[in-house]
């Protein structure tokens, strides 16, 4: 029996159930701050390990309500796409999973991104903005890994599969990873990565199935 197994033993009453619900009002939450007020986000809920510290123990969840946004109609209509996507992708993982391993999935990732933020914190007085849009990321490539064939209709009528959109982007981040000046940015890639690799290896533990493949959760 894996850690999971044993976890969802005892743990599996407190789950959420459709969990990607609530994460997809955060996001569409965001989208609005995002182009109405953005400081209101950097000000009262980003990721602060200075201010949780110091009371604003509200921020280790409002972090999460955040969506990147540009001016325009055309912003509003693919953040509504794109939340309605992920929306897609997440409770189709929730499916597969079940409600306790998707539950654990995010908030592993919720949790390291906190953990890494404080730690560095205390010991060199910095405290790293981390962005948040890299969650959205890992969701995506744990779709990825577990759907590899599905096909995405890029702009509605390029057609990609699963795989090789989570390949483009893979690199693409580990381009940013390598020339981006911002360390936030760059810890929240490599966290994201961590949170993906981390479930995987749990979710396998013990096991000798393939788990990336829909067949064996049918």
């Not at 743990?11 to 965001?30: E, H, Q, T």
């Not at 309605?84 to 999935?105: A, C, D, K, P, Q």
Request: glycine residues 6%; proline residues 4%.
């Amino acid at each position: 029996m894996s850690i999971l197994d044993r976890l969802e033993r005892k743990l599996g009453r407190f789950a959420v159930p459709n969990l990607m619900k609530y994460i997809c009002v955060m996001y569409a939450l965001g989208f609005m701050i995002q182009i109405s007020a953005p400081e209101f986000y950097y000000y009262y809920l980003d990721l602060d390990p200075e201010a949780i510290l110091h009371g604003h123990i509200w921020r280790i969840l409002t972090f999460l309500i955040f969506y990147p946004a540009s001016t325009g109609f055309g912003s509003i209509f693919w953040a509504i796409i794109g939340i309605m996507v992920y929306y897609s992708i997440g409770r189709t993982l929730e499916y597969l999973w079940g409600n306790f391993r998707y539950n654990f999935f995010f908030f592993s990732g919720v949790l390291l991104y906190n953990v890494a933020g404080i730690i560095i914190y205390l010991v060199t007085g910095v405290s790293l903005q981390l962005n948040p849009t890299y969650m959205g990321f890992s969701i995506f490539l744990a779709y990825a890994l577990t759907l590899p064939d599905t096909v995405f209709y890029l702009y509605f009528f390029i057609p990609i599969k699963a795989k090789y959109l989570a390949a483009l982007e893979t690199l693409l981040y580990l381009y940013l990873l390598v020339v981006s000046p911002s360390l936030g940015g760059k810890l929240s890639i490599v966290l994201s990565f961590i949170n993906v690799l981390l479930f995987f290896f749990l979710m396998n533990q013990g096991k000798r199935k393939n788990i990336f493949n829909i067949r064996n959760y049918r």
